[in-house]
């Protein structure tokens, strides 16, 4: 009964196939501002990133505002690139919070939610992933 009324509470499907969205990139090139930092918003839930696919120039800080859609699921957000000098992991909030950094190597680099409730697909399996991409 309890795994039951878990699985209804992170809306995970009870033997029901998921049907699958096709992914559509949504890009966003982020540019500095007058204080010379890159700004992007990321919102997250639903097994999603908007954007998706960002675009950043190497050497310039970046600071990402993440959030996620309102729901019980909890989402994160996360970049394992320290060779780049990316590494973070964030719990997302209907709140948002503040990521800084800045990328010293260029390259693509993925961004994902770390979740997953027993057996069933990560929350990258199921799509909630994206791509930062470092450019001169």
């Given at each position: 009964?309890?795994?039951?009324?878990?699985?209804?509470?992170?809306?995970?499907?009870?033997?029901?196939?998921?049907?699958?969205?096709?992914?559509?990139?949504?890009?966003?090139?982020?540019?500095?501002?007058?204080?010379?930092?890159?700004r992007v918003d990321i919102l997250g839930g639903g097994y999603y990133f908007t954007p998706n696919r960002i675009i950043v120039k190497?050497?310039?800080?970046?600071?990402?505002?993440?959030?996620?859609?309102?729901?019980?699921?909890?989402?994160?957000?996360?970049?394992?690139?320290?060779?780049?000098?990316?590494?973070?992991?964030?719990?997302?909030?209907?709140?948002?919070?503040?990521?800084?950094?800045?990328?010293?190597?260029?390259?693509?680099?993925?961004?994902?939610?770390?979740?997953?409730?027993?057996?069933?697909?990560?929350?990258?399996?199921?799509?909630?992933?994206?791509?930062?991409?470092?450019?001169?």
């Amino acid at each position: 009964m309890l795994f039951f009324a878990g699985t209804l509470l992170y809306g995970y499907p009870t033997g029901a196939v998921a049907e699958e969205k096709p992914k559509q990139d949504k890009v966003f090139r982020a540019t500095a501002g007058q204080d010379g930092v890159q700004r992007v918003d990321i919102l997250g839930g639903g097994y999603y990133f908007t954007p998706n696919r960002i675009i950043v120039k190497v050497n310039v800080p970046v600071e990402l505002k993440v959030r996620k859609e309102a729901g019980y699921v909890p989402h994160d957000i996360a970049i394992k690139a320290p060779e780049a000098g990316i590494d973070f992991s964030v719990s997302m909030g209907e709140e948002p919070k503040v990521v800084k950094f800045t990328p010293t190597r260029t390259g693509t680099y993925p961004f994902y939610c770390t979740k997953k409730l027993l057996f069933f697909e990560s929350h990258r399996e199921k799509g909630m992933e994206g791509v930062l991409e470092v450019v001169e």
